[in-house]
Every structure is written in C-alpha cells, then in structure tokens.
C-alpha cells in the first residue's frame, strides 16, 4: 500500500458510531481522515471505511496531525496506541475538539445539537430580565478564559448571565478557539440589552511571560491576572467568572461592591479544599468568582509578586488560588459565598423549610468547583447521588441541566 498523509487519525468504538456519522457528515473538504475500528464495525460512515489495525500499518502514513480518541475507554485505547503511533508528531484530541476545527459551521451546529440530544428536553418559564438593570447605562466589564474542553459549560454560563443581565461587556482571552466556536458564542449576544462579547487573542508573547508547570496550574486560568495589561486603562475593574457557573439573577449589587483599597473581593472558600501555605482554618477565597480593582493592580507591583510566589522553588503551590491568598492576605475584600459563590453540597438538610426556601431564592450564582463537573455524563450517576442527600443540590442540579439544553438550543437556533 503506497504511503499517504492524513490531516487526522480517528479511533472509534462501537458506542461512538452514530456521532463519527454526523461528525463526517460535516467534515471540510480540505481535511483527510483515516478511520480505525477499536472493536468490530463493520459499517461505513459518509463514505468512510473502517480500517482494522491488524490489517493496516501506520508505517503507510507518511504523517499526521491529529489523533482522535472516540471510545469508552480513550486511556486504554491510547496505551494501545502509543507504540504504534512511535516516531510521529500528533496532538491527541477529542471529537468535540477536532469538530470545533474540522467540521463546516453547519456540520458543527448539527453536532452540538446531537450532543445535547439526550439532555432532559423540557425548558424552563421564559425568563423577565431583572427591570432595574435598566437604570445602569455603564457595562459591566466581565473577564473570562477557556478552551475547546470548556466551551459547553462556557456557553451555558455567558447564557445564563445575558438571560438576567443587560449591559454586560465580556471579554474572552482565548488562545486556541476556532472561528466556528467563537461564532457560536458571539450568538449569546441577542440575548438582553446592551450585551457584547470582544475576543482577546493572547499572543504568544503574552503566553511566554507565563513560565508555567502545566501539571500544576490551569494557563486559562492565570491570563485573568493579565486582565490589567489586555484591558483598556479606562477600566477601572472587572470581574471575572469560572466557567463552571450557573447565574440565577440580576450580578450589578456584586459588582457595583466597593472595592476601596482592597486588590480583590471574593468568597470565602468553601469546599474541604484545604490552603496548605496559609494553614489550616485560615480563611481564603475562592478565585471563581473574582472582583479584580484593575487601577490598584496597575499602580502597584503587587502582581509580580504574585508571579514570583506562584513559581517560587521554595513553596509549593498546588494552584494559582493558594498563591494568590499568600500574597493578598489582608488586601482582599470578602462578599457572601451563599449568593455570589454558592456551592451545592455546602449545605445540608438541617436547616428549616422556610430558611430553605430563602437559600434557595437568594442564590445567584451557583458553582460546581468539584472535579465532578455537573455537564459531563460520566458524573450523572454521582450526581444523582448527591441530590438524594442534599435537597439544594438537586435543585441546582435539575436547574442547571435545563439550563444546559436550552443553551445549546439557543446557539444552534432550535
């Protein structure tokens, strides 16, 4: 067999075939794939024929660009893989990725839809965005950060914010974000008043100032502390969001929060995440939901010294939080966790029925900071789990996933 380049190498499994048959429905004519069975498939796909590894010799290609993993097992099946794949230059990826680079805009519209298809269908009431937003006629400055990976919960958290909110003015720093993806986000913008998404290419000169152990910190999350550089110096503040929320309500009280002379406002931390650098029972925010005083930040030389303490050899620091709560001790503002940072499993059911109710009226932003992350399937069953213990949780939980559907919905104008 005479050797052949291809832009992308898929591995597909039994469970995955009818989502590679809408994927390459989509897929640009420039791109050449080569699909590989990682069990017994005997059908072909849009043209697409199975290849069988026994049968087949990557030595055919003469090189690649990416390998896609669509199975059950991607860990096992890449352990698999590594060997053979020896020798090659390749970024491994998942279908979402490789769709959001691959696919036409109409292919990757479809493929979203499919994969909320199986979501709970039924919608929320049709939401009154808060009236006394109106009165505002200044944007709130909003800064987020994400990728490929991030990109559902990201939509779902800008839909929820436009949903309650007017004059909000959001600004993304996104490295690798297809033109397609940012598309399908910039849609959110027809929601509310006066809500605009700017995109914030981080250069790579920018990305170099970041001399960072990729094992211990998330890149998306320290651009925020570039948000002094990258912003206007008009802007006296921002405030930046997870991209694991929920937003339930009207955000101008926290952001209008006077800041004084304090770098930060935040909420206290509240899961049994530990601060290890500031000692056990010591109060910390979490930086999810971060109120940033940009003029104090530009004036001062505080954030080097956060940059030095987060990199330092001689400390520790499991994540960009833990430094940050080092080096601002004591110039940090805090705000209520159970409205502006709520987490689901933080409460239990030994409050009263009435105060319950309350909790649950006042909350305004919930935020699934666990590792159990409320969009992905794998976590349905623990959270289902979850919501027999705790009534709170199940009701964000419920809400969120409606929230989730009706977000896609939204972007892909069903």
């Not at 849009?46 to 660009?65: A, H, K, M, P, R």
């Not at 937003?133 to 990976?149: A, C, G, H, L, R």
């Not at 949780?393 to 977000?407: D, G, H, N, T």
């Amino acid at each position: 067999m005479s050797k052949s380049r291809f832009n992308a190498l898929f591995f597909i499994d039994i469970n995955y075939v009818a989502l590679a048959y809408l994927f390459f429905k989509g897929v640009k004519e420039e791109y050449n794939c080569i699909l590989f069975s990682c069990d017994d498939i005997e059908t072909d796909i849009e043209g697409y024929s199975y290849n069988c590894l026994d049968n087949y010799q990557v030595d055919n290609i003469i090189t690649f660009d990416y390998v896609v993993i669509a199975s059950d097992k991607t860990d096992e099946v890449y352990g698999k893989l590594k060997k053979m794949l020896t020798g090659h230059q390749y970024k491994v990826m998942t279908m979402l990725e490789a769709a959001a680079i691959m696919l036409t805009f109409e292919g990757y519209i479809d493929y979203l839809r499919f994969l909320n298809s199986s979501l709970i269908s039924n919608k929320l009431p049709t939401v009154i965005i808060d009236e006394r937003n109106k009165q505002y006629t200044n944007d709130m400055q909003i800064v987020m950060s994400f990728n490929s990976k991030f990109l559902l919960p990201s939509i779902t958290t800008i839909y929820t914010l436009f949903l309650y909110n007017n004059n909000c003015h959001v600004h993304i720093f996104y490295l690798d974000l297809s033109e397609n993806e940012r598309i399908v986000v910039d849609r959110l913008t027809q929601l509310g008043e006066s809500n605009i998404i700017e995109w914030h290419l981080i250069t790579d000169n920018l990305s170099d100032k970041i001399h960072y152990d990729i094992g211990r910190f998330s890149l998306y999350s320290l651009y925020r502390f570039f948000s002094y550089q990258i912003l206007d110096e008009s802007i006296d503040k921002c405030l930046w969001l997870d991209s694991d929320l929920m937003i339930r309500g009207s955000i101008r009280e926290l952001y209008e929060i006077d800041l004084e002379e304090y770098y930060f406002a935040g909420a206290l931390e509240a899961s049994d995440y530990e601060n290890n650098a500031l000692g056990k029972n010591r109060e910390s925010i979490n930086t999810g939901i971060l109120l940033m005083n940009l003029n104090r930040l530009r004036s001062d030389d505080m954030i080097h010294k956060f940059w030095e303490t987060l990199f330092s050899p001689d400390f520790s620091y499991s994540t960009d939080q833990e430094a940050l709560n080092v080096v601002f001790r004591y110039k940090i503002k805090f705000f209520l966790q159970t409205i502006w940072n709520s987490f689901p499993i933080t409460y239990t059911t030994s409050i009263s029925e009435e105060d319950f109710t309350k909790l649950v009226d006042i909350t305004c932003i919930v935020h699934w900071l666990s590792a159990q992350k409320a969009w992905l399937p794998e976590y349905e069953g623990y959270w289902r789990a979850v919501a027999e213990q705790y009534p709170y949780a199940k009701i964000m939980y419920e809400e969120y996933q409606k929230r989730l559907v009706e977000s896609v919905d939204f972007v892909s104008g069903s």
